[in-house]
């Protein structure tokens, strides 16, 4: 039995061994159904449980009514957030953000209708504990190895993973990965479980040169090079990351790394937007 999951992590639908559809379930832009045909699968929006008897959603510590859009209690954090209630779900923006886990996420979004080879950038946004955003930063999704997300060294695979943690590079691996720790990731739902693919990390890389001498040197104004199927932002961005997220965990230290995820949701529209700086 296999469970297909949209951007958010919502269970979609639901296959048997012989890959017929034996439940699918939709949902209003908050979470409660919509449609729900079928009983197959534990989970259902943005993929945590939901109490059968109150249709409440088991959303970490708290419970979560689909219906109104709000918490049943106080949001423990609530005194660092006084200009948003204390029982508000994401900001009121569920159709980009998700407040499940009560940690540290980020949402990489790349063009919607466009091929990477002609759109590989996408853009990586950091949520805290309480889904407020604390930094942005461009990525490149591009693969060596082709558009085929189902393949090996091709295109970052659309989906969630966990964020499992930082990865320090050795000396021989500073060109590929940069001078910076990487984020390890481990694929949980979407097409990266549906692929069989791993070792898919968030890195910087190839933006230095190594002198006679042994030391580096930054290469001016260096670009993104396409990866094996990682992420690649920045060394700079790298360097930034680690210390927000560091800092946010030294701040609370329940805020801890959470999940990432991938998907090509970001419109033509979207694209001419200026993308917001948020403050560290």
Request: aromatic share 8%.
């Amino acid at each position: 039995m296999t469970s297909k999951h949209d951007h958010l992590g919502s269970a979609r639908i639901t296959l048997d061994n012989a890959a017929r559809v034996i439940e699918s379930q939709s949902y209003t832009a908050y979470g409660d159904h919509r449609t729900h045909d079928g009983q197959a699968s534990r989970t259902s929006y943005i993929g945590r449980e939901t109490d059968k008897e109150s249709d409440l959603g088991f959303n970490g510590v708290r419970l979560y009514d689909p219906t109104y859009g709000r918490f049943l209690s106080v949001d423990p954090l609530w005194s660092k957030y006084l200009p948003y209630s204390a029982y508000q779900y994401c900001r009121n923006n569920p159709i980009s953000r998700i407040d499940d886990t009560g940690l540290w996420d980020i949402t990489v979004t790349f063009m919607k209708s466009a091929s990477r080879t002609d759109a590989p950038f996408g853009v990586a946004t950091v949520t805290d504990a309480n889904g407020k955003e604390v930094m942005s930063f461009v990525v490149r999704g591009e693969g060596v190895g082709g558009r085929d997300r189902m393949k090996s060294n091709s295109d970052t695979p659309q989906g969630e993973y966990s964020i499992d943690g930082w990865i320090t590079p050795t000396a021989d691996e500073r060109v590929a990965y940069g001078p910076n720790p990487r984020l390890a990731l481990t694929g949980v739902s979407g097409e990266i479980t549906e692929s069989g693919r791993s070792l898919i990390r968030v890195h910087g890389g190839r933006q230095e040169e190594q002198l006679a001498d042994g030391s580096w040197k930054p290469i001016p104004a260096a670009e993104l090079k396409p990866t094996h199927g990682c992420l690649r932002a920045s060394d700079a961005d790298m360097k930034r990351l680690k210390a927000v997220t560091g800092g946010l965990t030294k701040a609370n230290p329940e805020d801890k790394p959470g999940k990432l995820t991938v998907d090509n949701a970001i419109t033509a529209e979207d694209e001419n937007k200026p993308v917001e700086k948020q403050d560290d």
